[in-house]
């Protein structure tokens, strides 16, 4: 009599058999590839990376590569969550292709009608610019990426009024240019139009209806998760190291999504299948075939001799479009510090290609993505690593030849015109932020909500950026951005211009009056009038507050800032110090950019 064998023997048989059928009819397109992805991951000396690759309704690959967590060796799986960076942006226009959708939003309408809170550089532009032009880079404002990464803020409100004062470099749609300041915008929009943050609609209006249920928009969300990435660098080309994650919160619709490849395949399944998966709309069609066509020419992007079959540079709908070896190709590259991300694919071949990798600034997310595209699409093998290294080197070579051929404008032997402590002081710009800048022993460091700057002395009164580092000390290698401290009327450091957007003029930081507290007692000795001319100025107490009041003028509200002087609060470059003799008030000097007028107290 036969025995019988158990059910679990049984199954295990099954499934040996189904894996021995997939054996022998694997997809060749796939043939090889881990092997070739470990390679990738040896190359580039990356911590980790992950790969999903779909073909029409489904994912027919996934797998991670290295670590999530390098010091622990965690490994990377399809399941763990990158910050996506800039491949959230089409996720936030979506939005935008919703409401058009619901009859709430016409994207060729001016963007100041959704949003009466914005205020561009000129009037020109606030009446000019649509909502079509922020989604396609094309409304003249460079990329003033300085603005909200060395000033971060949570305020989405704070950050929308910056936007007044960052200056154009092109008129409307004559140029593109990316700038992220204009995804805040569309996020905010859709803020307003719903009623409901731009948290709660990525998550009601794509993520639920996608399946994406660990996705999320914040690194709390990210700290929070069992199967997280952390992110790193590569110090001096070759040792990898950690990198705090960057809080992206305030500029979030441009950039603060992270997500796992796997559930970023859901998002391309959704693209490549006209906007629907499992039979459901989800992102409308209409919307779809105009994000993925082109709205602008990104450049010329003409054919060359080592990619004769990969041309023309365009810009959809929070997308970049291609023509890759006569295959059309819809893609987005991300980079938040210590992560790297792509997603892209090919609308008229049904394939999308997912790459998120955990190293900073890296090629890892281009060069996997093309080594995938010439598997899935049957083209000629190309060693797309070795290439884009070998470019890299070459880039590498040429800017430390140019570095070399340089000739320094610096004049030898100059002092700063003032005592170091005469440069401190708090400096701001309304487009920008405050900077601190302070001295300690020989040397004046900056400081930003992000960064503390050393300012090497260069020549005269200007000084070059240099990094500050608390593991690895002052940056002594020669070269950096200048920064140039300017004199007032007055005598004092005034402000500093800075080029922190190659395409506009230097960023001036003006040196704002510190506020001292002065006792009311003391206030009081101030008051009284003064003859100027044969005119009458007064001088009184609102509260605590001393006041400045010339006859056929407004009156002048102060801010002491130590020395008997006062600037006056709404008019830049304007002050008063008074005359002390002995311990009596005896005049005042008004001090202004035309000259110096004295007063005597009557």
């Not at 027919?60 to 491949?87: E, M, W």
């Not at 919160?249 to 441009?254: E, F, I, S, V, Y």
């Not at 800032?561 to 002050?575: A, C, M, P, R």
């Amino acid at each position: 009599m036969k025995r019988l064998l158990p059910v679990s023997f049984l199954l295990l048989i099954s499934v040996v058999a189904f894996a021995q059928k997939n054996k022998i009819n694997p997809d060749k397109r796939l043939a090889g590839l881990d092997t070739a992805l470990e390679k990738v991951l040896t190359d580039w000396k990356a911590s980790g990376f992950a790969v999903a690759i779909v073909e029409k309704n489904k994912v027919i690959y996934s797998k991670g590569f290295g670590y999530r967590d390098y010091a622990s060796k965690k490994p990377v799986t399809p399941n763990t969550l990158f910050a996506i960076g800039s491949c959230t942006k089409a996720f936030t226009s979506s939005l935008l292709g919703l409401l058009e959708k619901e009859g709430k939003l016409v994207l060729d309408n001016t963007a100041t009608e959704y949003l009466p809170a914005l205020h561009f550089f000129n009037t020109n532009m606030d009446e000019k610019i649509t909502v079509r032009d922020m989604m396609t880079h094309r409304t003249g404002l460079p990329r003033h990426d300085y603005s909200w990464y060395l000033f971060p803020t949570s305020s989405r409100d704070s950050l929308l009024q910056r936007i007044h004062y960052l200056e154009p470099s092109t008129g409307i749609r004559e140029k593109w240019q990316y700038n992220n300041f204009m995804f805040l915008v569309q996020g905010m929009i859709a803020e307003k139009l719903s009623g409901q943050s731009w948290e709660t609609n990525i998550r009601e209006q794509i993520f639920v209806p996608l399946g994406m249920h660990r996705s999320n928009l914040s690194i709390e969300g990210m700290k929070n998760d069992g199967d997280a990435s952390l992110g790193y660098g590569l110090k001096k080309d070759s040792t990898i190291k950690q990198l705090d994650y960057y809080n992206i919160d305030g500029m979030g619709p441009a950039g603060s999504i992270n997500s796992s490849v796997l559930e970023m395949a859901n998002w391309v399944i959704t693209w490549i299948n006209n906007g629907k998966i499992n039979g459901k709309e989800v992102i409308p069609e209409s919307y779809i075939r105009e994000a993925i066509g082109a709205q602008m020419v990104v450049g010329g992007a003409l054919p060359d001799k080592e990619n004769p079959d990969i041309y023309f540079s365009n810009y959809g709908l929070a997308w970049f479009l291609s023509s890759y070896h006569g295959h059309y190709r819809v893609e987005h590259g991300g980079n938040i510090d210590g992560f790297s991300a792509n997603t892209s694919f090919f609308p008229t071949d049904s394939i999308g290609i997912v790459v998120l990798a955990n190293q900073n600034a890296s090629a890892i997310p281009a060069v996997v993505r093309n080594l995938i595209a010439d598997r899935m699409l049957k083209l000629p093998y190309k060693n797309w690593s070795h290439n884009l290294q070998q470019a890299s080197a070459k880039a590498s070579r040429q800017a430390e030849e140019a570095l070399a051929a340089k000739v320094s404008t610096r004049v030898p032997g100059t002092r700063p015109s003032h005592a170091l402590v005469s440069y401190e002081g708090l400096y701001n710009h309304p487009g920008y932020g405050d900077v601190a800048v302070y001295a300690r022993h020989d040397s004046l460091f900056a400081r930003t909500q992000k960064d503390s700057i050393w300012l090497r002395h260069f020549h005269y009164d200007v000084f070059e950026l240099k990094g500050f580092d608390k593991d690895e000390g002052l940056d002594t290698s020669s070269g950096g951005t200048l920064l140039h401290f300017r004199t007032a009327d007055d005598g004092k450091i005034g402000s500093f211009t800075i080029a922190l957007e190659p395409s506009v003029k230097p960023i001036e930081f003006l040196n704002k009056p510190i506020a001292r507290t002065i006792s009311i007692d003391v206030l009081q000795k101030y008051t009284g009038e003064y003859e100027l001319g044969g005119i009458t100025v007064r001088v009184y107490l609102k509260g605590e507050t001393l006041f400045v009041f010339v006859p056929g003028q407004p009156e002048y509200e102060t801010i002491a800032v130590g020395d008997h002087t006062f600037k006056l609060k709404k008019i830049e470059g304007y002050s008063v110090k008074f005359a002390i003799t002995g311990d009596k008030v005896t005049g005042v000097s008004f001090i202004q950019p035309n000259g110096v007028f004295n007063a005597k107290r009557k």
